[in-house]
């Protein structure tokens, strides 16, 4: 992963690309939300999900009826993850941007067929977000599990672009009275709000309080 493929290297701005497996890997792991560009009947679609990574692979799941899920079975796909960390505010209109992390993942999807590995990717999806929740939920039943796809990607074909800093205003405008510099932004995680059918006395468990990501 570590040499671009002609898909994956990037052409815009290329001093901001990073094709290593860390700088992938680590963009990858700060959050779970992502878009997968696929073709359906001819007609493309992006469609938004969650994505969890073992190894040099991620994941997503979702039902067995859906339609994003069949059409990217053995397809090649493409899937994105961005993340904005400021609103670079400049001297010019030209040169506003904004502080972000991307990776994006050319390859084909496969499906995970078998019960007992679909079952073990589901468990680390769930632990990776909320550290030991799959261990004190319900099991899941025969037909849950059927109910639910698994696709897997190989993270060959990946890349990485990032944006830091300051504004990069032409050197002529820095006399300019008027500000410049980045608004931070971050993820916010709020407390939590309990299930009305909860039962009397039960308090959210310390992977609910203390969650967080980003």
Same mark, same amino acid.
């Given at each position: ?25 680590? %963009? ?29 692979? @991620? ?23 961005? %993340? @904005? ?29 078998? %019960? ?61 009275? @008027?500000?410049?510099? &980045? %608004?931070?932004?971050?993820?916010? &995680? ?25």
């Amino acid at each position: 992963m570590d040499a671009p493929t002609p898909r994956t290297r990037v052409k815009r701005l290329g001093k901001r690309a990073h094709y290593d497996a860390d700088t992938v890997h680590g %963009i990858l792991d700060a959050t779970p939300i992502c878009n997968v560009g696929y073709v359906f009947n001819g007609t493309p679609y992006v469609t938004p999900t969650l994505q969890w990574r073992e190894g040099s692979h @991620i994941y997503w799941h979702g039902s067995s009826a859906s339609r994003m899920l069949e059409a990217c079975e053995d397809a090649e796909v493409c899937m994105t993850v961005s %993340i @904005i960390d400021g609103f670079v505010m400049a001297r010019s209109a030209f040169n506003h941007s904004c502080n972000y992390r991307s990776v994006m993942v050319f390859g084909t999807a496969r499906k995970v067929t078998d %019960i007992a590995e679909k079952e073990a990717r589901l468990r680390t999806f769930t632990n990776g977000l909320w550290p030991g929740r799959w261990e004190m939920l319900r099991q899941m039943t025969t037909q849950e599990l059927k109910a639910t796809t698994v696709l897997s990607l190989a993270l060959d074909e990946a890349s990485a672009k990032v944006r830091t800093g300051p504004p990069g205003d032409d050197e002529a405008d820095h006399a300019l009275p @008027i500000w410049a510099g &980045v %608004i931070p932004v971050r993820q916010q &995680v709020l407390e939590p709000v309990d299930d009305p059918h909860l039962l009397p006395g039960l308090r959210p468990p310390a992977h609910v309080t203390d969650f967080k990501f980003g």
